[in-house]
């Protein structure tokens, strides 16, 4: 399995854009805190994969398609997806993110609810600057999903009988539908036939639900210094994730009790450490693996209609990294 970096080697030049073009969009404001609260975000990049679907995906139709408004909308996207990342740790009360200080933990929750706000508004700018309809509908269609399904997802805390059903649609608006959107404006970028904007926006689809049950499967059983924030996060607000309702599942009556006693005691890391040892004991790990599973190979099924290229390439190989960050080295003994 090739890194990030290998997969990625195809669109460098065009990511080093994506990071240009975002500094510069931080840049252009007068206002000293604004450059420098962006310029505390850029330092923490992330893995860039919204943006880098958006690259893929245009140039896996038409690999001559012109950079500039494709950099503008792959830009729009990471900004998009920084925005939500500010809100939502406002929302989880979250300390850390890539190990670094949060933007709420760092200069209060109303800053960084105004930050998250004046990125939307920086996205939504590069987007209309590209002069097609086609776009901007696709990229509010996916923000407005985004907002649902955080929405939908708090009001759903502490919620043991949550339907696996309504996590998929939680899933599905939250986080599935930026990474559709990145797919299929990329398409309407290189201006492709519709089965082509078709499929990947179905790989994108399938793509971001099998990304978020890996994260959701990492916040569980992973250490902190790999997961670059606290384990146990989900649990520490209430949600409950697939492996949680895969592990109610997989037990006994008997021992369920016990389990939603150990999730209701919240941000106990002896908790935690149960919580893992029995995700693996009943079973539910492997489970929850092959639901990623299943819907990476849907994703990678999606790319069938494609003409064959180093780009599409790369994004069947994205399907297996993000597997592999879920499952690459084995997790049973609780830290």
């Given at each position: 399995m090739r890194e990030l970096k290998e997969i990625y080697r195809p669109i460098e030049k065009d990511l080093r854009?994506?990071?240009?073009?975002?500094?510069?969009?931080f840049g252009k404001?007068?206002?000293r805190s604004i450059a420098y609260m962006g310029k505390f975000l850029l330092d923490s990049p992330g893995k860039r994969i919204r943006p880098a679907l958006a690259i893929l995906s245009a140039r896996a139709i038409r690999p001559s398609v012109s950079s500039a408004q494709l950099i503008k909308i792959a830009s729009a996207v990471?900004?998009?997806?920084m925005a939500s990342l500010v809100?939502?740790?406002v929302i989880d009360h979250s300390p850390t993110r890539h190990n670094k200080p949060t933007v709420n933990s760092k200069w209060g929750k109303d800053v960084a609810i105004a930050l998250g706000d004046y990125l939307?508004?920086?996205?939504f700018e590069l987007v209309s600057e590209c002069d097609n309809f086609d776009i901007v509908h696709c990229i509010s269609l996916a923000t407005k999903a985004m907002c649902e399904g955080e929405l939908i997802q708090v009001c759903e805390r502490d919620n043991l009988n949550l339907l696996k059903n309504r996590y998929i649609v939680i899933v599905k608006k939250k986080t599935a539908s930026l990474f559709a959107a990145s797919c299929q404006t990329g398409a309407l970028v290189s201006e492709g036939y519709g089965h082509y904007n078709n499929a990947l926006k179905e790989y994108g689809l399938n793509f971001g639900i099998a990304f978020q049950i890996v994260d959701d499967y990492l916040d569980l059983v992973e250490e902190k210094d790999r997961l670059g924030k606290n384990p146990g996060q989900d649990i520490g607000v209430g949600e409950t994730t697939l492996p949680v309702l895969n592990l109610l599942q997989s037990i006994p009556v008997d021992k369920r009790k016990y389990l939603k006693k150990l999730l209701a005691s919240r941000k106990n890391k002896n908790a935690l450490k149960e919580i893992k040892l029995m995700l693996f004991d009943s079973g539910a790990?492997?489970?929850t693996k092959e639901q990623a599973s299943s819907y990476a190979t849907l994703a990678r099924k999606k790319l069938d209609v494609l003409p064959d290229s180093i780009f599409k390439q790369s994004l069947s190989e994205l399907t297996e990294f993000i597997m592999q960050r879920g499952w690459g080295r084995a997790r049973r003994v609780a830290s």
């Open positions: 854009e994506i990071n240009n073009l975002i500094g510069a969009s404001s007068e206002n990471e900004l998009i997806h809100h939502d740790d939307y508004s920086v996205a790990a492997l489970r």
